[in-house]
């Protein structure tokens, strides 16, 4: 994979003086560096004026201003959802997976950085001490990668330390790159896990540039499962393709051939879905790219999605494979409704409290 490196780093002023925003730019005193007002990064930094692509190159340092510790975009009364939380400390990805919704989502092109970490988890560590009776799952790869900017960052080793003495909350750091090096040696007390997304060979190859191999990627999860770490595995989005059948078969495989189940925390399916507004944003970028050419219908939550029949096939294939190679880790389906989760999964939650508790079992 490559490794990011900013051309230009835009501090707001109101940041300069925060421990990780003075580490990054001490780590980067090569690389230019403008000061620009407090808030004032928002019209200046906006689409309309930076091309996606140029954008990525721009690094912006600045505070998060209100409530970072919130449930899942994702979340959905539409769909069974698993009440995951997020941390947004980041926002773009050095990446570039031609599905990526951040394309169409996120109003600024550039890569931003929360540089108040520390009040950050420090207000979510408050919140979740209200409830020490549930367990929470938490995560920072909705608006990033949690893993490839962390050269730069360096924010991992502070989530880890922190969720650590946490008894009930768990970190994941959700990923397709192969650095796993600064999680090495940490006092992680089985409180983090590490998760990668998967794919076929072929669709990592054709539709998810600068990222590790498939190969790489298994080989970094039994590094990190040496270090003590759980693990997760997400076949998320699964696209259909004329060889999907043994595309993933091929990853179901290479998984189970190096990493044993007991060291796995949780496996999720989810298909290709996406807002209308991304078909054309990728198709312009990736000119080359096809899939978004098959067959997809507008759902109720205001996405393209494919053919009942074609993702009940798919989701309801990795499944049987999932469950005869691992049939005690919990397997879970991304933003789909009952009607697929009944076709083919072995437990049916009421709610995504208990899908919550279930997902939690092998914690």
Same mark, same amino acid.
């Given at each position: 994979?490559?490794?990011?490196?900013?051309?230009?780093?835009?501090?707001?002023?109101?940041?300069?003086?925060?421990?990780?925003?003075?580490? !990054?730019?001490?780590?980067?005193?090569?690389?230019?560096?403008?000061? !620009?007002?407090?808030?004032?990064?928002?019209?200046?930094?906006?689409?309309?004026?930076?091309?996606?692509?140029?954008?990525?190159?721009?690094?912006?340092?600045?505070?998060?201003?209100?409530?970072?510790?919130?449930?899942?975009?994702?979340?959905?009364?539409?769909? %069974?959802?698993?009440?995951? $939380?997020?941390?947004?400390?980041?926002? #773009?990805?050095? @990446?570039?997976?031609?599905?990526?919704?951040?394309?169409?989502?996120?109003?600024?092109?550039?890569?931003?950085?929360?540089?108040?970490?520390?009040?950050?988890?420090?207000?979510?560590?408050?919140?979740?001490?209200? $409830?020490?009776?549930?367990?929470?799952?938490?995560?920072?790869?909705?608006?990033?990668?949690?893993?490839?900017?962390?050269?730069?960052?360096?924010?991992?080793?502070?989530?880890?330390?922190?969720?650590?003495?946490?008894?009930?909350?768990?970190?994941?750091?959700?990923?397709?790159?192969?650095?796993?090096?600064?999680?090495?040696?940490?006092?992680? /007390?089985?409180?983090?896990?590490?998760?990668?997304?998967?794919?076929?060979?072929?669709?990592?190859?054709? /539709?998810?540039?600068?990222?590790?191999?498939?190969?790489?990627?298994?080989?970094?999860?039994?590094?990190?499962? /040496?270090?003590?770490?759980?693990?997760?595995?997400?076949?998320?989005?699964?696209?259909?393709?004329?060889?999907?059948?043994?595309?993933?078969?091929?990853?179901?495989?290479?998984?189970?051939?190096?990493?044993?189940?007991?060291? !796995?925390?949780?496996?999720? @399916?989810?298909?290709?879905?996406?807002?209308?507004? @991304?078909?054309?944003?990728?198709?312009?970028?990736?000119?080359?790219?096809?899939?978004?050419? #098959?067959?997809?219908?507008?759902?109720?939550?205001?996405?393209?999605? $494919? %053919?009942?029949?074609?993702?009940?096939?798919?989701?309801?294939?990795?499944?049987?494979?999932?469950?005869?190679?691992?049939?005690?880790?919990?397997? $879970?389906?991304?933003?789909?409704?009952?009607?697929?989760? #009944?076709?083919?999964?072995? !437990?049916?939650?009421?709610?995504?409290?208990?899908?919550?508790?279930?997902?939690?079992? /092998?914690?």
């Amino acid at each position: 994979m490559l490794y990011y490196t900013p051309d230009k780093i835009l501090i707001e002023e109101d940041a300069f003086d925060l421990a990780f925003c003075r580490q !990054i730019l001490a780590d980067l005193k090569n690389i230019k560096q403008e000061t !620009i007002p407090s808030g004032g990064g928002n019209k200046t930094l906006s689409q309309r004026t930076l091309s996606l692509t140029k954008g990525k190159k721009i690094l912006h340092l600045k505070q998060f201003q209100g409530d970072a510790f919130k449930l899942c975009p994702g979340f959905s009364d539409d769909v %069974l959802c698993c009440n995951y $939380y997020v941390i947004d400390l980041i926002e #773009n990805c050095p @990446l570039e997976c031609t599905y990526c919704i951040l394309q169409a989502f996120l109003n600024k092109p550039v890569i931003t950085f929360h540089v108040n970490v520390e009040k950050i988890i420090d207000s979510m560590v408050r919140e979740i001490s209200k $409830y020490p009776r549930r367990q929470f799952r938490i995560g920072t790869g909705e608006h990033s990668d949690s893993m490839a900017l962390d050269h730069i960052f360096h924010v991992n080793p502070y989530l880890v330390e922190t969720f650590s003495s946490m008894p009930n909350a768990v970190l994941e750091l959700k990923t397709k790159t192969d650095t796993i090096d600064a999680l090495a040696g940490l006092n992680h /007390n089985e409180r983090t896990v590490v998760s990668w997304s998967v794919n076929a060979p072929e669709i990592i190859e054709q /539709n998810e540039f600068k990222t590790a191999s498939l190969e790489n990627r298994i080989d970094a999860a039994s590094k990190v499962i /040496n270090e003590g770490y759980k693990v997760g595995f997400h076949f998320d989005p699964i696209i259909y393709y004329p060889e999907w059948y043994e595309g993933y078969k091929q990853t179901v495989e290479m998984i189970f051939d190096a990493v044993s189940p007991e060291h !796995i925390a949780w496996i999720s @399916l989810g298909t290709l879905r996406y807002i209308p507004a @991304l078909k054309k944003i990728a198709e312009e970028r990736f000119p080359k790219i096809s899939i978004f050419s #098959n067959e997809f219908i507008s759902a109720g939550d205001g996405k393209m999605r $494919y %053919l009942k029949q074609i993702r009940k096939k798919m989701l309801g294939t990795l499944a049987n494979w999932i469950q005869k190679g691992a049939p005690r880790v919990p397997l $879970y389906l991304c933003m789909e409704k009952r009607s697929i989760w #009944n076709h083919f999964m072995k !437990i049916h939650p009421s709610d995504p409290l208990e899908l919550e508790r279930f997902l939690n079992l /092998n914690i």
